[in-house]
């Protein structure tokens, strides 16, 4: 923190502060700052966090807020910024209440009326997309698909017109079928990315088709190992759009902005408005 500046405004507020993936040095002075001068820190683990606290000497209150005990535990952090403390919220490893507990808090003090302050660091979904080669077009963060496969593979077809890269978090024990289901619902020729331990002292990260996935993970029982990062290709332009989709959309460009062209496509066809903007983009190029 610059000199004279204090880490904590003067209206009790939230501060959700964003911590290593796990590399401590990713940690910013101002997350230091703030966790060490709020009256409690709400995290996910709290032996996990301690750890964490004990590494930059920071002694603090903490709360335990995890998904069993959410409810609960934002009654506290209220009762705390009532009284005029201010509470940080953390969670096991980068940016809380993204796919971590925290976003039911957050609403219940936004709620009450107190302030919500980002401190902005570390967050493994930003992380892997920018080391992908695969977000020029922008993205769609989806977290975690449902560990069932046939709610899982049902998800999977929903997002198949989708233009953008899709940025998936998995579990070491789900990758592999995850990564199977993919490839078995989607097209082939479509790069994906496997990120793990992100900033870790195992990190790994490789980019290949999608159909070689599953079998890049069987080859070597370390590689399903850790915590993971999946970032998939966006369709290509016009990828799940019938010939009737396509036809409605050449007659309303003809008359309509790009944008309400493929909006109104979509309520006529059903076909996916992403799937059929990323189109219109293309005829309009072409």
């Known amino acids: ?21 796990g590399n401590l040095q990713d940690i910013s002075p101002r997350a230091v700052a703030v966790l060490g001068s709020v009256a409690a820190v709400a995290a996910e683990d709290t032996r996990h966090s301690q750890r964490l606290l004990d590494a930059f000497g920071i002694r603090a209150r903490l709360i335990a807020l995890h998904e069993h005990n959410e409810q609960s535990a934002a009654g506290q952090v ?46 493994a979904a930003v992380a892997a997309l ?8 922008g993205f769609r963060f989806v977290g975690f698909l449902p560990p069932k496969r046939a709610a899982r593979r049902t998800a999977i077809e929903a997002l198949r017109g989708d233009p953008d890269a899709l940025v998936f978090y998995e579990a070491p024990h789900r990758v592999s079928e995850c990564v ?33 996935a599953a079998a890049w993970l069987a080859t070597d029982p370390n590689r399903v190992r850790g915590e993971f990062v999946l970032v998939l290709e966006g369709a290509p332009p016009g990828e799940g759009l019938d010939a009737e989709a396509e036809r409605v959309l050449a007659l309303l460009l003809a008359e309509l902005p790009t944008k309400s062209a493929a909006r109104l496509a979509a309520d006529i066809t059903g076909a996916s408005k992403n799937a059929l903007y990323a189109r219109a983009l293309e005829l309009k190029a072409g």
């Open 1 to 21: 923190m610059s000199e004279g500046i204090a880490p904590l405004s003067s209206t009790p507020s939230l501060y959700v502060v964003a911590t290593p993936l």
């Open 130 to 137: 920018s080391i992908s080669g695969l977000g020029e077009r």
């Open 180 to 212: 199977e289901d993919l490839a078995g619902v989607l097209e082939s020729g479509r790069r994906l990315l496997i990120a793990r331990e992100l900033t870790k002292l195992h990190e790994q990260s490789v980019v290949l088709p999608l159909e070689e």
């Open 78 to 123: 209220l009762r705390l910024l009532e009284e005029g403390g201010s509470v940080a919220l953390i969670s096991d490893a980068g940016t809380p209440a993204v796919s971590d507990p925290g976003a039911r808090a957050v609403a219940r003090v936004r709620a009450a009326g107190f302030p919500v302050v980002a401190v902005p660091g570390p967050c």
